[in-house]
């Protein structure tokens, strides 16, 4: 027995009918800041870096942490991203008195562009403060024969970048002799690490975001070859000095997540400045930062 009622005719043709567009509902409203608390961890991260290296150090490291982290949170208010003050993490018993200062930030970026302007100006902001306060605090700093303080004092690698200050400021001297760093000095050169830590192309970190800003899905392989060139190079060497920041990154991941629009492209000029924050990168890395 075969049905032969009449079938009802379709009330739109095949080709009016459209696949609804993906909506992304906006990000959650930011919540009520507690200002007394970044204004404590602050003021706490003070005390912590005068005991480690006094109020010139003190001044000059917080000052490029400060542009830094402003530089993040300025940006991201401009993309309408919420955004928190800086958090600082004062730690009397580290090298520089503190583990560093970070921004809580919404995960909701727009798209690449805005992702790629975020990440970008926490790096150039600090850099713009720690070249001159580097090379003022080298033009203080003292040269003495090598070895004068052995066993006293910590061996600090030179990126470039410091190598080309401390040879504008006192030009080239010889083979058997050591840079006395001034407070201002050591804290551009903290700046400078710092601004290179957080150039590694890597997860969450700044380099982690501008890299996928750059090469979006590919970003994946730069991170994994980044990472597995320090982890070998810590095992060949037997240095360890990469070892802690290894393992926060492999706790919170090395994968990069997707903004909100992957498809919008970046454009030459921040390819070109990407480019740039690359050449940043290698100036300011040392392999081997501290020697003991």
Not at 153 to 173: R, T
Not at 224 to 248: E, H, I, K, V
Request: charged share 10%; proline share 9%.
């Amino acid at each position: 027995m075969s049905d032969r009622r009449p079938q009802q005719p379709f009330l739109f043709s095949p080709e009016e009918i459209r696949v609804p567009e993906p909506i992304f509902l906006p990000p959650p409203p930011p919540r009520r800041q507690r200002v007394w608390l970044h204004l404590l961890l602050f003021l706490l991260t003070v005390g912590s870096t005068v005991i480690v290296g006094g109020w010139v150090f003190s001044a000059g490291l917080l000052s490029i942490l400060l542009a830094h982290e402003f530089g993040h949170y300025f940006a991201a208010r401009w993309y309408r991203v919420p955004a928190s003050f800086p958090y600082f993490i004062p730690f009397p018993f580290s090298l520089f008195g503190t583990l560093g200062a970070f921004i809580r930030m919404s995960p909701w970026i727009p798209n690449r562009r805005a992702l790629f302007d975020i990440a970008a100006a926490g790096p150039l902001a600090g850099l713009v403060l720690a070249i001159p306060l580097s090379y003022i605090g080298i033009s203080f700093s003292r040269i003495v024969s090598a070895g004068s303080f052995q066993g006293r004092g910590i061996s600090l690698g030179e990126p470039f970048l410091f190598q080309f200050l401390g040879w504008l400021a006192h030009g080239s001297v010889g083979n058997n002799t050591d840079l006395l760093l001034h407070p201002l000095a050591f804290a551009g050169w903290a700046g400078m690490f710092v601004t290179a830590l957080n150039l590694l192309p890597i997860g969450q970190l700044d380099g982690g975001h501008i890299s996928y800003a750059l090469f979006s899905a590919r970003s994946r392989l730069v991170a994994q070859t980044m990472f597995g060139s320090l982890a070998l190079y810590s095992l060949a060497r037997q240095n360890f000095t990469w070892l802690p920041l290894l393992l926060l990154l492999l706790f919170f991941g090395i994968r990069h997540p997707h903004s909100m629009d992957d498809a919008l492209p970046l454009g030459r000029n921040r390819q070109a400045l990407g480019a740039l924050l690359a050449a940043i990168f290698i100036l300011c890395f040392s392999l081997v930062p501290i020697k003991i």
